[in-house]
């Protein structure tokens, strides 16, 4: 069974910074698509932002320029960077590992962003 356990979630206020953290429980990490979604309350789960096994990125339009994923092969751990927040990004955000058959869910972890 796969974990995804994030961290780095916590209250902040507008323009400030957090960066997540999302540890994966074993070696599937190299090969599958890792990714950042996000949902707020009463609003569906969106994607923020993917990074496949090669390193390619995809965003939301809503984060670019502000956000930024990446990924560590060599600890299993993918990374979010998040700059210059803003209200409308408080949210509960949950790591995915995605694969050609599974995909896996991490348990979330709160952004708040309030002055």
Known sequence: QVQLVESGGGLVQ??????????ASRTIF??????????APGKQRELVAKITSRGSTNYADSVKGRFTISRDNAKNT????????????????????????????????????SS
């Open 14 to 23: 507008p323009g400030g910074s957090l960066r997540l953290s999302c540890a």
């Open 30 to 39: 190299k090969s599958y698509t890792m990714g950042w979604y996000r949902q």
């Open 78 to 113: 993918v990374y979010l960077q998040m700059n210059n927040l803003k209200p409308e990004d408080a949210a509960v955000y949950y790591c995915n590992a995605g694969g050609v058959l599974d995909e896996y869910w991490g348990q979330g972890t709160q952004v708040t962003v």
